[in-house]
């Protein structure tokens, strides 16, 4: 199973606290390591998604081998009440723009773990950008329907960069899904051309607006 869209289970999390608000009633961007350090993310509970824990049980799916699931379950318990606020204040309402913690950095990611919930969620991630034109925010999702049904109806910032997750171990997409930027692909060998390797922070494919590369090919791990 590949590292994206989930993290290593080598990594060693930290969780970033903010000093505006109350504390354990608004979002918290975590500070990753291993393969995403350096790059901010705003993480959602994978544990009590419903696409994850429905997916979780497809065989066909990379789901199945959920990296995050299996860390949020074992040895990093202790992420899950922070990701699961997280969870709960995106998904709730449409935030006001003071509620948006801002990520500290200009390259970000959303759902590190996690995924899409609602509208809301995907209506606040927008704000995020929109509020924040500055910084760079990268989306990876396999909720393909609820981001072509939303950005169907609203424009999507240029600051915003959508990475369609390809739940298919193996099968690299031709072509990317309306509204997405790229595909992000996994595969089992080296027979197709990887090119997503090492850390993201030396890389930056997924998060710069500059470049044009589509499909993202990692070996899975
Ligand atoms: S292509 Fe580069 S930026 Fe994207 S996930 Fe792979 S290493 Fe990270």
């Known amino acids: 199973m590949g590292e994206f869209p989930f993290c290593s289970p080598v990594s060693i999390w930290v969780i970033i606290t903010h000093t505006q608000g109350d504390k354990m009633n608004q979002l918290a961007w975590s500070k990753m390591s291993g393969k995403m350090v350096g790059i ?60 948006l913690v801002r990520p500290n950095g200009n390259h970000v990611r959303f759902n590190a773990h996690g995924e899409l919930i609602n509208t809301n969620h995907v209506q606040n991630l927008v704000n995020y950008a929109l509020f924040y034109p500055k910084v760079t925010f990268t989306l990876w999702t396999k909720k393909k329907a609820l981001i072509q049904s939303f950005f169907n109806k609203h424009k999507k910032p240029d600051n915003l960069i959508l990475i369609y997750s390809n739940e298919i171990v193996g099968t690299v997409y031709k072509s990317v899904p309306k509204h997405f930027d790229k595909v992000f692909n996994v595969v089992n060998s080296n027979l197709q051309e990887v090119n997503c390797d090492g850390k993201c922070i030396d890389c930056m494919m997924c998060y710069t607006r500059e470049n044009k590369t589509e499909q993202i090919i990692e070996k899975i791990k």
């Open 40 to 99: 901010p993310a705003l993480n959602t509970d994978t544990t009590t998604n419903k696409f994850c824990i429905a997916k979780s049980k497809d065989k066909d799916s990379i789901c199945s081998e959920c990296y995050s699931w299996n860390m949020l379950k074992t040895f990093r318990k202790n992420a899950v009440p922070r990701f699961k606020m997280n969870s709960d204040i995106l998904s709730s309402r449409v935030l006001e723009m003071n509620e």
